[in-house]
């Protein structure tokens, strides 16, 4: 299987109802080996688009043994397919490789991005507690920041008028990945994204400076009645104010004859 995606010009990867830490998991795996991909949200499923090997025309080999060891993160995942179009032989005719998990792969690499922190399933059920209101879900969509993918833990959507918020929790982060996520949002946006950050990162408030979604700190366990306040603020915020009627002005008497 790694041996044909040497071959390909593109290959399209599609995950069904992925948890946040297996998508975050693949990213990391597609940008550590460089690949070229757009990630976008379709219902249950993220659709990853990578530009194969035989789409380049520079490092050629180099980017084609990079796509084939994306393959082992991907066999991590327990719903996906990928679809490849590839040019094989002298003549490089070109077909379409299919591959899902009933081809019965196995990988050897090390599992580790399946791990769900105590802290998130906590959080999940204190909102449940104190905002009926709001729906809270893990269907997060994908967000773009030029180089960065972000996604998100949690979505929440209030459930009258369905406006749409994400939480991310920067917890056990390294101080570099902190730093790449801090610098992605002050460039590029995401005003409804709330970061909620770990004291112990050390992020003061000049780092959070210019970022258009809110912040709050935690210990433990993000707050959730504070998470609660925090997003009818923003959705109060995005909601366009009524303007007054204006009152017709009285029509002054014509001067007597």
Not at 19 to 46: S, Y
Request: net charge positive.
């Amino acid at each position: 299987a790694q041996a044909v995606l040497l071959r390909a010009m593109k290959l399209t990867v599609k995950i069904e109802r992925a948890e946040p830490p297996r998508l975050r998991q693949l990213i990391r795996h597609v940008k550590f080996h460089g690949l070229m991909t757009a990630a976008r949200r379709e219902g249950d499923l993220v659709v990853l688009e990578l530009d194969g090997p035989l789409s380049i025309f520079s490092a050629t080999p180099r980017y084609g043994v990079k796509m084939a060891g994306f393959l082992p993160a991907l066999l991590l995942c327990e719903s996906w397919s990928l679809e490849a179009e590839v040019q094989l032989g002298h003549a490089r005719q070109r077909r379409t490789f299919v591959l899902d998990p009933s081809a019965g792969l196995r990988s050897h690499a090390r599992d580790a991005g399946a791990w769900l922190p105590e802290l998130v399933e906590a959080f999940e059920k204190r909102f449940t507690d104190v905002a009926p209101d709001w729906e809270i879900d893990r269907a997060v969509p994908l967000l773009n920041l030029g180089g960065e993918v972000v996604v998100p833990d949690f979505r929440f959507v209030h459930k009258k008028s369905r406006f749409e918020a994400c939480m991310e929790v920067l917890g056990y982060w390294r101080r570099g990945a902190v730093d790449r996520r801090l610098a992605a949002l002050r460039e590029h946006g995401a005003p409804r994204l709330l970061l909620a950050i770990d004291p112990g990162l050390k992020v003061g408030e000049e780092q959070t400076r210019g970022l258009e979604g809110p912040v709050v700190s935690f210990r433990d366990v993000p707050d959730a009645r504070k998470v609660r306040k925090v997003l009818e603020e923003l959705r109060l915020s995005a909601t366009p104010k009524r303007k007054s009627a204006k009152k017709p002005r009285a029509r002054k008497a014509p001067p007597a004859p």
